[in-house]
């Protein structure tokens, strides 16, 4: 027990030292306080991750509506586009439409 106290002596001795008060008061300030803390940093880097997600979504629906443009540009890709999406028919046509 004696020897748990002067332990604990010597270790609070050290901390009041104003060389480790002052070296806990600067490592606090730029964890939390300071305009490039470890906060920030954090903040930061999870909205530069999300951004770099939604570039990638992004680029692969550009990717898709470009094969569907150039589907669209020949006069066959134009005429299935329209009779599937629109059901569309030619003049001496019938179309049946089945409901699953």
Do not use: C
């Amino acid at each position: 027990m004696q020897n748990k106290r002067m332990i604990l002596k010597m270790f609070l001795k050290k901390i009041r030292s104003p060389f480790v008060l002052i070296g806990l008061l600067f490592v606090l300030w730029m964890l939390f306080f300071d305009s490039n803390s470890y906060l920030n940093h954090k903040r930061l880097s999870d909205t530069i991750d999300q951004l770099e997600k939604d570039q990638q979504h992004y680029k692969e629906e550009i990717r898709k509506d470009s094969i569907a443009l150039d589907e669209l540009s020949s006069p066959d890709g134009l005429e299935k586009y329209a009779r599937e999406k629109y059901h569309m028919k030619k003049e001496n046509e019938e179309i049946f439409l089945i409901v699953e």
